[in-house]
């Protein structure tokens, strides 16, 4: 099976919080509000469909789920 | 408002600040965006609309061509000598000097830093409630929406609460008296500054675990802040602070009046309030801001030139069918929403976490205090005009 990850462009993020508001399993804010990704970004299946949300409600377009290697 | 002549044509002539645009804007935006993508106008000196969301984004993200240094579109410009700072900084702030400006104040507007204000929040939103309990009709921008923003912001920086009515007539001024002449205009804000000049001095000398006392202590590039500089930015953050997030409350509140789908969805299912909260700040998103242009250039076709104007509408880019799906639709539980309502790159509103908590603390403490409500007159409903949108005048008949 194919398992994906998150990542965050820290370059293009600006601290919305739409991600660790989404998908608090996969993303904190740091001290400032802009948004890290929790441990190594992997997405277990369940966490997919919020994964994804985070992604098409990011203003600054800053986050891609991509296949893991 | 009635300082400038009736607009006529908004292609060539458009003024953010005319009856017709403050009491429905979307169908002068739609129109635009699908005839003339960029509109002009000669009025304050020259000015620019993009109604494109890629447009508008592009003018957020380009601040090498578009400055900061004055973001309300008036006929008063910052004098130069302000930059780098600008008049109030970080909001007024062009890079490289923006980054370390903004980042000294994030952490106190931090997810964290708001978790801890939402029980006094709700609080008081619980109080200003019991106050409305047993009327027929309240007016819910002015009774309601309007004290929760001033309340909160007034105690994080350390002004008394007790002077409410200052703070909103020096809102009222800076933001709604964007028409009004240039001596007019500095004679506003040396009052705002003449009043916080007196708060600053008294807390140089009594320091307090309170944003200004903060500010008196952070340093910048090595250096303590001035209290020139403290007076601009605390300027900022009160008047940021209060219509903005008033016009949201306000806003959401009519939608919902006038919407008993709706109303009666989120009553059923409070679950749903964060994602109609972020929907209902696209479909009426209170903050259009404004650039200067830097130097002449032609950009997309227009000949723009230096110190003319650029009004930022996120609100009308929120409403782009090219960017969203049935973008003219409040659809409350849209997931997809990318919205720009908290502006787009650098200049995101430091304060974004602090309005979103303080909504959905607002709408919550009204929804579950009166799940039926409407409008108790549609037409005596009333719309800020400028570049902060929201009612002013809410007539809401309650039915407890």
Known sequence: MVVMRVRIDAERCQGHGRCYALAPELFAADEIGDGVVIGDGRVE????DRARLAVANCPEQAITIEEAD | MGHHEPVTDWETDFDHTDDVWA????????????KCPVARTTRYGGGWLPTRFEDVAAVAYDTDRFSSRSVLMTEFRAPMELAPAGIAPPISSDPPYHKDARRMLLPIFSPQAVDRLEPSTRAYCEELIDELRGRDVVDAAAEYAQHIPVRVIANMLGLPEADADAFR????????????????????????????QGHIEDHIAHPREDLISFLLESELDG???????????????????????????????????????????????????????EELLRAYSPVTMARLVRADMEWHGCPMKAEEWVLLSFPAANRDPDAFERADEVI?????????????????????HLARMELRVALEVWLAAFPEFGLADPDAVTWAAGQVRGPRCLPVRIEA
């Open chain 2, 169 to 196: 007539g020096f809102v009222d001024h800076v933001i709604g008296g964007v028409a009004l002449p240039i001596e007019q205009r500095v004679e506003g804000m040396l009052a705002l500054f003449g009043y916080l």
């Open chain 1, 45 to 48: 299946a369940a966490a997919l």
């Open chain 2, 23 to 34: 009491a429905d804007p979307f169908p002068i935006w739609d129109e635009l965006r699908a």
């Open chain 2, 332 to 352: 409350i539980d849209r997931q997809d929403n990318r919205h720009a309502a908290f502006g787009l790159g650098i200049h995101r509103c430091a304060g974004s």
């Open chain 2, 223 to 277: 250096q303590p802040l001035d209290a020139f500089q403290v007076a601009r930015t605390i300027g900022l953050l009160l008047i940021a602070g209060i219509d903005t997030t008033w016009s949201a409350i306000g806003a959401s509140i009519w939608h919902l009046a006038k919407t008993p789908a709706d109303r009666q969805r989120l009553v059923a299912e409070p679950g749903l309030l964060p994602t109609a909260i």
